[in-house]
């Protein structure tokens, strides 16, 4: 446990904040941005991101950044400042400009190649009886056309016929009420489905940072940042042909499914289609931007776009297919704070990754205090999020006349002498949450098959909805003014959210399910209808080798292979009882209720096992002490904060033996024993003071660790086969 706590005390510089640095507002000079540095530096501050908000022209009240993006100058200047960085024990991200961005790096490279033109695939209508005529819009390719019979309701009521196109019309005739729809894609963004235009769009950023400052890589330059990478296409020149190479049929033979039927043939088709989505961003970007960091030595942070962000499942298909296994891709994965932390600290916990990326807090105004800021990280602290990435820090202001989704958390502020209290702490615990592993007894099937296989172009029908809201109760919501706490939350109990890839590649056994260094004692399904044949394989052998399985409204179907034996086992497993179906979320509780809690606090924690050491990070309130009363999104926010909403101390259980209990304090680094009383039933109790901070780490050397050893020693266990 010393080693541990050493590791806690003395941490690495790199896991300081790591404030976005914006060079926009006023023309660079290298001795102003050194002089800059050696205050981020005086503050405990050792990191940053350089960003540029008006590359190519005046944008969001700046004016265009001088020295111009890209110049020769503006490369000699950033040399410069990893130079600088060197010399000071600084480290450098530099950011991507794909997503947010003025620099129009995508709409450069169209104007070069126009089939590096993402597209998009959409429909015009029409209803009724008789004489029936649709035409595509301008600016539209059509590719076919369909009568669909209706019912009164007007829904889909029997087969669909392929109607002939007619130059950019399809017209014919009905006795009886059809829809005729004809499907077109639409010129739109960038083909990332194209490996070529990938690799050209990655050539001319991240090419270029290599070839200028490629020398500082994995020294100085430590990453890059993402931020709102845009909504992947859903057609593409070659997307029909690649669509029947991978699964073996005419997708435009079938293409109106995308729009129209629920039953199972349509939902296949949507799924089938997402699949290939995924499948073709992540080959073409996803996994070649991932190597290309890897390669060098840097990681990559994101914090994606609009509600995808938050991990709402019915937005995430929207934008990018399949979320969790196009963005496993990043060594950081993350949001701001109106996303969500759960399910990007799950990304890393499931993919081997360490940090996980939590942008804020911007827009929040001038007048945020340190100890108001604290209380607004430890939440997402405590859901797993450990980079932390200030927005922001100003070149300038010019003179309190420009600013950029304030605050500056820097220099300007008069809090700024007693950052170095506050950095301090925030770097001891976003490095020790790194350290071990996490431990953690509950993950959360998050509902991506069901939600494409009942996503259509028009919008979710009831199985995704139903699937998203249940989804939504579990997690709850972390969204920084508008945080709602999930059904496990309020239980206490700590959870990840498991991709259907990751689920599937886990192994089975003694009571667990397990991915990587994680094992799940408790997999819950959020009214899942439907999932993968090799899901319903590894929740088969799952429940079969002890572990818990909680299913929420439906028991789901196979959908990708009809007549799977696995779906037929998976029900009878339900059935006989050895698995669990209940009929809302709020009973998730109940079903979860004897499997024994490793800790059990007033509040939701975070428990990490660091080799002969566990540590637990305490807040003393949650989500926070803060409460909003009043939000107008960027504009507005009456809050009110005060410390004594914190509890000035709390009761925590651990499971097992641990003689030696002891308190870190994340502001000061000191420690301190704690007396722990042995209860009943396997559990010590110790009183956990906060009498310097709203939030402690607890350390305790587990006695033998004798349940670790069995934990794992199962996995062979998994490996034998199953019979069906």
């Not at 033109?117 to 005529?133: H, K, M, P, W, Y």
């Not at 938050?310 to 496993?328: F, I, M, N, Q």
């Not at 667990?512 to 209808?529: G, M, Q």
């Not at 929740?539 to 818990?548: D, K, S, Y």
Request: with cysteine; proline share 6%.
């Amino acid at each position: 446990m010393e080693n541990v706590y050493r590791q806690f005390a003395d941490p690495p510089k790199t896991f300081s904040p790591v404030p976005i640095w914006w060079w926009s507002g006023d023309e660079l000079k290298i001795d102003r941005l050194k002089w800059q540095m050696d205050r981020l530096a005086e503050g405990g501050v050792y990191n940053v991101v350089v960003l540029n908000l008006a590359p190519t022209g005046p944008m969001h009240g700046s004016d265009a950044d001088r020295p111009r993006f890209f110049s020769d100058e503006w490369w000699d200047i950033f040399d410069q400042v990893c130079a600088y960085a060197a010399e000071k024990g600084m480290f450098v991200y530099f950011y991507d400009q794909i997503g947010f961005s003025g620099a129009n790096l995508q709409g450069e490279l169209v104007r070069e190649n126009r089939e590096f033109a993402g597209q998009f695939v959409e429909s015009a209508a029409v209803e009724g009886t008789g004489e029936l005529a649709v035409e595509c819009p301008s600016g539209g390719k059509p590719i076919c056309a369909f009568a669909i019979p209706l019912d009164g309701a007007g829904k889909a009521a029997g087969l669909a016929v392929r109607v002939p196109l007619l130059g950019n019309k399809a017209a014919a005739a009905f006795a009886s009420p059809h829809r005729l729809r004809l499907i077109y894609a639409v010129p739109r963004n960038f083909n990332y489905f194209s490996p070529e235009a990938c690799e050209r769009l990655l050539q001319k950023m991240h090419g270029q940072i290599e070839r200028r400052l490629g020398r500082w890589f994995g020294k100085v330059s430590v990453g890059s940042f993402q931020d709102e990478f845009p909504d992947v296409p859903t057609w593409s020149a070659d997307f029909a042909e690649q669509f029947r190479a991978r699964k073996g049929y005419e997708l435009t033979d079938v293409l109106y499914c995308l729009w129209e039927g629920e039953d199972e043939d349509a939902q296949r088709v949507r799924r089938d289609f997402q699949d290939v989505r995924a499948a073709l961003i992540e080959e073409a970007f996803f996994r070649p931007f991932f190597e290309w960091h890897e390669r060098r030595g840097l990681i990559c942070g994101f914090d994606q776009q609009g509600v995808a962000r938050t991990g709402e499942p019915v937005a995430t298909v929207k934008s990018y297919a399949d979320y969790l296994r196009t963005h496993r891709w990043y060594a950081a994965p993350g949001s701001d704070h109106h996303g969500e932390a759960k399910i990007h600290s799950s990304l890393a916990h499931t993919g081997g990754k360490e940090r996980v990326w939590i942008e804020s807090f911007h827009s929040s105004g001038w007048g945020g205090t340190l100890e108001e800021t604290f209380d607004w990280l430890l939440p997402w602290l405590r859901a797993g999020a450990n980079l932390y990435n200030p927005h922001a820090v100003y070149y300038t202001t010019r003179g309190g006349w420009y600013e950029w989704a304030p605050p500056s958390t820097c220099w300007r502020q008069p809090y700024w002498r007693h950052y170095p209290l506050f950095s301090g702490a925030v770097t001891r615990l976003c490095h020790i949450l790194t350290r071990g592993r996490h431990v953690c007894d509950v993950g959360v099937l998050y509902p991506t098959t069901t939600v494409q296989a009942n996503l259509t172009m028009d919008g979710p029908l009831a199985p995704a909805l139903a699937a998203s809201e249940c989804y939504r109760a579990l997690v709850g919501t972390m969204h920084w003014t508008d945080t709602k706490t999930g059904i496990l939350d309020a239980d206490r109990r700590d959870f990840d959210v498991l991709g259907e890839d990751a689920a599937a590649e886990a192994e089975a056994g003694g009571g667990a399910l397990r991915i990587r260094d994680e094992a799940y004692k408790a997999v819950v399904l959020p009214h899942c209808t439907v999932v993968l044949n090799r899901t319903a394989e590894m929740l088969v052998r799952f429940v079969r080798g002890g572990g818990r399985l909680v299913a929420v409204g439906a028991v789901p179907a196979v959908l990708d292979e009809p007549g799977s034996p696995w779906e037929e086992e998976l029900r009878r497993l339900f059935e006989e009882g050895a698995a669990v179906r209940v009929d809302a979320a709020e009973r998730v509780p109940e079903a979860l209720r004897d499997l024994p809690r490793e800790v059990d606090a007033p509040v939701p924690t975070l428990h990490r096992r660091v080799g002969d050491a566990d540590v637990l990070f305490v807040p003393a309130a949650f989500p926070r002490a803060t409460v909003f009363e009043r939000v107008d999104w960027y504009r507005t926010r009456d809050y009110s904060f005060t410390p004594d909403r914190y509890r000035r101390s709390m009761k925590v259980r651990i499971r097992g033996s641990a003689p030696e209990v002891e308190l870190w304090d994340p502001l000061t680094a000191r420690r301190t024993k704690l007396a722990a009383a042995e209860l009943g039933g396997g559990y010590v109790e110790v009183e956990v003071p906060f009498e310097h901070g709203p939030a402690a780490v607890l350390a305790w050397r587990r006695d033998g660790g004798a349940r670790e050893a069995d934990g794992r020693s199962a996995a062979a266990q998994s490996r034998a086969p199953a019979e069906v």
